[in-house]
Structure formats: C-alpha cells, structure tokens
C-alpha cells in the first residue's frame, strides 16, 4: 500500500489536556479513518472522513479530512486514561477503485496519559 | 450481533509449518480482508475476497494464501513459516463501506 507519514510516534500527556496528531501522504487519498487499538485487540473505527475540508467529531473527537486530499488531523480534547492506545490513521487512495478497500495504515501514535 | 471472530487466539509454530487462520465475518458481511500487523512494518495488506473470489491482493510472497466459502467465513494459510511470519494477523469485514469495516481482535502467530 501507499505510504502513510504519521506523527507524533509516541506521546505522554496531561489527563485533561488536549492532544493532536496528523498523518500526510504524497497521494491523493478519497477517504480517511482514524482507529484506535487497545492492546491485544483489533482497531477500532473512531472517526470516517469522505470530502476534502471535512470536519467531523466523535465525542471528544476531532478530525478533519485535509483540503489537498494528502492529509488528515486527529484531536482529542480533555484526555482521559482509557485514551491510552495506539492511534492509526488509514486511507482508501484515489487510485483504487469502488470495491477497493487496500486500506494503507500509518505507523500508529501511541499515547500514554499521566494520572 | 457478534462480532468478526478469529481463531485461534494465540498460536505457536515451528519454522517450516504451515498455518491456517480462521476468520467469521459479522453476519450479512461478505467482504473480508486480511492484513498482517507487525512492531516494524505496521499493518500490511494481504488480500481481500469477495463472495468465494479473490478481489483484491498485497504485495506478500506466494507462501500467504486465502480461500473465503460460501458462508463468507474465510481462511488464511501460510506455508514453510519464516520466524519474520510472526505477527498479529487481523481479519476486517465489510458490509462494502468503509463505515462497515469492522476488525477481529486478531490471531497472534509467533514462529520459533
């Protein structure tokens, strides 16, 4: 699958302070999701995104589908510790077709909360 | 409903075996995919089926293979396992959105 560039790789935050993390590819991607693994399960859809400016919450969840089509953000307002995961990014390419789901995954950021 | 199940959970093999995974999509779903989740390469693609027939295929060696039967329920064989095989393997299903797209918790696969 295409690359996808997703930073931070790692944070440790405040409970109640508000996180970010983007992903950015050198490809035009349709659709972007976000997902959320606790250890020893598999990702969890957070949050979908299909037009380019799209801005959608999920709760305390933020994510916007960048207007280039080649990025993608995620903010989590107040932290809590059940955050603590692995959050990926993943997108369907412009390249693929109707019936392509060839999701590209991005390394993950993984966020550890401090009491 | 329940979920997409995969077993075994856990597995330990020899390098040279073979395995085969088992994946049960949520009922109604007839997509599944496999993907292959390690600390260094992240979460790969293998292949898609659709309705018994292969749709969709990574970029893995010939070793990774997979068959999906009529019930949707859908099994992945490696053959000759490398100690680089071990990794979390996840299957997803689809209802055919994105929205649908729905992960097993996994098998964990470690070759020795």
């Known amino acids: 699958g295409q690359q996808l560039n997703q930073s931070p790789q790692s944070m440790f935050i405040q409970e109640g302070e508000d996180v970010s993390m983007n992903c950015t590819s050198s490809?035009?991607?349709?659709?972007w999701l976000w997902y959320k693994q606790d250890p020893g399960e598999g990702p969890v859809l957070l949050i979908a995104?299909?037009?380019?400016?799209e801005l959608t919450s999920n709760g305390r969840l933020t994510a916007q589908f960048g207007i280039t089509r080649k990025d993608s953000f995620l903010n989590i307002s107040a932290s809590i510790p059940s955050d603590v995961g692995i959050y990926f990014c993943a997108g369907l390419p412009a390249s693929g077709g109707t019936n392509d789901y060839k999701l590209s995954f991005g390394a993950g950021t993984t966020v550890t909360v401090r009491a | 409903k329940a979920g997409v199940t995969q077993t075994p959970r856990y597995l330990i093999k020899t390098r040279g075996q073979q395995v085969t995974l088992s994946c049960s999509p949520i009922?109604?779903?007839?997509?599944v995919s496999w993907y292959q989740q390690t600390p260094g390469q992240g979460l790969q693609f293998l292949f898609e089926?659709?309705?018994?027939?292969?749709?969709n295929k990574g970029n893995f060696p010939g070793r990774f293979s997979g068959r999906q039967f009529s019930n949707s329920r859908s099994e992945m064989n490696v053959s000759t396992l490398e100690l680089g095989d071990s990794a979390l393997y996840l299957c997803a299903s689809s209802t055919g959105t994105v929205y649908g797209y729905t992960f097993g918790s996994g098998t964990r696969l470690t070759v020795v």
């Open positions: 995104l299909y037009k380019a400016g």
């Open positions: 009922s109604g779903h007839r997509s």
């Open positions: 089926y659709f309705s018994e027939t292969q749709r």
């Open positions: 490809s035009i991607f349709n659709t």
